[in-house]
């Protein structure tokens, strides 16, 4: 069973340009999540997804982050205006129905360097 | 506030030698705890984790963490440490129910030395 994936593995992107992070989540699974560690922080919770609604985002940082996960299958993050604060590990986990389990299963994560 | 500590930021261990990370949280209520590893250019890999019952629980690759409700801990140990170890370790916390957010700490650098 393929785990969860995400692409890029890196990008490199200017300040003021856009960039899109996707994630394709384990077959099956309805809960998608996505987080984000910052250099030297901890990694923290930005939203989750039960197939393709929203059910938290309280941790995205402003409006200039959009998710979408279209068809409940993978996700996309797009950060637009890209900020040098943006930069830093975007990880993608994937987990079972609520009745499913607890774990989350995480992706290799997207490296964001924003110059 | 919800938080994790893990209070060593870089740790080296001699190959052979016994390792602890430590892990403290504060919580509302008792969590599920988790420890995750990351090894280089890999993603979040799950070591162990604790729901409930036995408070000493074992893992992949010969981890195992110990649950302390008196000291909110939840400390990592592995009794012969591989240069295959080497790696960063993640504690984390979660709500005890599907679907809600984990809680990390910063993380521990773990170095093995020959």
């Known amino acids: 069973e393929a785990g969860v994936t995400q692409f890029p593995s890196h990008s490199v992107i200017e300040k003021g340009q856009t960039v899109t992070l996707r994630c394709d989540p384990i077959s099956g699974h309805d809960n998608l999540y996505w987080y984000r560690r910052v250099m030297g922080k901890e990694i923290k919770f930005l939203l989750h997804?039960?197939?393709?609604?929203?059910?938290?985002e309280s941790g995205m940082p402003n409006n200039r982050f959009l998710a979408e996960r279209t068809g409940g299958t993978y996700s996309t993050l797009k950060v637009q205006p890209a900020e040098l604060e943006d930069s830093g590990v975007y990880f993608c986990?994937?987990?079972?129905?609520?009745?499913?389990?607890?774990?989350?299963?995480f992706g290799p994560g997207t490296r964001l360097t924003v110059l | 506030a919800q938080s994790v500590t893990q209070p060593d930021i870089h740790i080296t261990v001699s190959e052979g030698a016994s390792l602890e990370l430590r892990c403290n949280y504060s919580?509302?209520?008792?969590?599920?705890l988790f420890w995750y590893v990351q090894s280089p250019g890999q993603g979040l890999q799950l070591l162990l984790k604790?729901?409930?019952?036995?408070?000493l629980v074992q893992g992949i690759k010969g981890f195992e963490a110990e649950f302390k409700r008196s000291q909110s801990s939840f400390n990592l140990r592995k009794p012969s440490v591989h240069w295959s170890d080497a790696a960063e370790y993640f504690c984390?916390?979660?709500?005890?129910?599907?679907?809600?957010?984990?809680?990390f700490g910063k993380g521990t650098t773990l170095s093995v030395s020959s």
């Open positions: 986990a994937s987990s079972p129905s609520l009745t499913g389990g607890i774990e989350q299963f």
């Open positions: 604790y729901f409930s019952g036995d408070t």
């Open positions: 919580y509302g209520a008792t969590p599920y």
């Open positions: 997804f039960v197939k393709e609604s929203k059910q938290d």
């Open positions: 984390a916390v979660g709500a005890r129910q599907a679907g809600t957010a984990l809680i």
